[in-house]
């Protein structure tokens, strides 16, 4: 299973980003996926996921500036970020799970950096 992430750059503050991730080599719609970030020095955290049934959930951090979603038929997730701050400045991972049976396992993108500064 291989993510390919994009969408990350450079942005204002109160501006917005899209971040996409192509999911291949796996049946998409059994996985949950997700969006971590990580500082340099920090954790990598978790930011928002979509379980394959479609339930989701976000970091309290990013709760109505951030709206993830997928499309099982292009085997995307995507992360809409808005009214991006400074402190969103990092880099973006995205995570394919899935806790039992064909394909199970945890699978990364490579990071995309974002960086909000004016």
């Known amino acids: 299973v291989q993510l390919q992430a994009s969408g990350g750059g450079l942005v204002q503050p109160g501006g917005s980003l899209r971040l996409s991730c192509a999911v291949s080599g796996g049946i998409f719609s059994l996985f949950a996926v997700a969006w971590y970030r990580q500082a340099p020095g920090k954790e990598r955290e978790w930011v928002a996921a979509i379980t394959s049934d479609g339930s989701i959930d976000y970091r309290d951090s990013v709760k109505g500036r951030f709206t993830i979603s997928r499309d099982n038929v292009k085997a995307t997730v995507t992360l809409q970020m808005n009214s991006l701050k400074p402190e969103d400045t990092v880099a973006y991972y995205c995570?394919?799970?899935?806790?039992?049976?064909?394909?199970?396992?945890?699978?990364w993108g490579q990071g995309t950096l974002v960086t909000v500064s004016s």
């Open positions: 995570n394919a799970r899935r806790s039992s049976g064909i394909y199970r396992g945890d699978y």
